[in-house]
């Protein structure tokens, strides 16, 4: 039997878990007392003072809780589907999770198309997403590649429309370059409406430090 790894959630389950009755609001990680929060189906409690660097834990597990989230929905699919359950239909996994079909089925695509084994450790699953178009034996490599050079998701997404270009004339997947990081920047930048006035500002990636000049519309 496989094993679908379910873990508890906060981050994207957060919206849907704020319509169960207040009765349901246990605790689903951590508790009270040295580690100062815990997390419930309708948030996060704090209770004492928190350093930075505690911060900074709480954070990072919302990420992995949150990350493992949309693998966990798609295991979850994908091993009811396999198994054959009545609940696995998407009419129904819609009513049991509050996410949409979209949702749902994108999480089962990814799962389908990565399993366990084939996860890249130290990328998400945004990243994993963003692989989708390539062809499957190209997918982890790819990944493995994400990683060692530091590639947001958006560069992986970039690499991808270079691939295929590559692929259309015959080239390897050797021929193509690394995605230029200003470019991910740019091409994740928000596009700001017209007529409205601009100023400079700078901008800083939180992951890789990178630096680069925006304008943006100036606050009426």
């Given at each position: 039997m ?93 009513e ?125």
């Open positions: 496989r094993s679908i790894g379910l873990a508890p959630h906060v981050g994207d389950l957060a919206r849907k878990l704020a319509a169960v009755p207040s009765a349901a609001a246990a605790p689903l990680a951590a508790t009270d007392g040295a580690d100062g929060y815990r997390l419930t189906a309708r948030g996060l409690v704090v209770s004492r003072d928190l350093s930075n660097a505690e911060f900074e834990q709480i954070g990072t597990r919302l990420g992995q809780i949150a990350n493992a989230t949309n693998w966990s929905i798609g295991d979850w699919i994908v091993y009811g589907e396999r198994a054959a359950l009545v609940s696995a239909k998407y009419g129904r996994a819609q049991i999770t509050g996410f949409t079909y979209a949702v749902l089925s994108q999480a089962a695509r990814v799962a389908e198309a990565f399993p366990m084994d084939m996860r890249v450790a130290g990328l998400s699953w945004t990243h994993h997403r963003a692989a989708l178009p390539l062809p499957s034996g190209e997918r982890v490599p790819v990944l493995h590649r994400a990683l060692g050079e530091h590639w947001t998701a958006t560069m992986v997404s970039l690499f991808i429309d270079e691939r295929q270009r590559a692929m259309a004339v015959g080239l390897p997947l050797a021929s193509v370059p690394s995605p230029p990081r200003e470019a991910a920047h740019r091409a994740g930048r928000t596009l700001w409406r017209a007529n409205k006035p601009r100023r400079r500002k700078i901008r800083v990636c939180p992951k890789c430090g990178h630096r680069w000049e925006v304008q943006t519309t100036a606050r009426s």
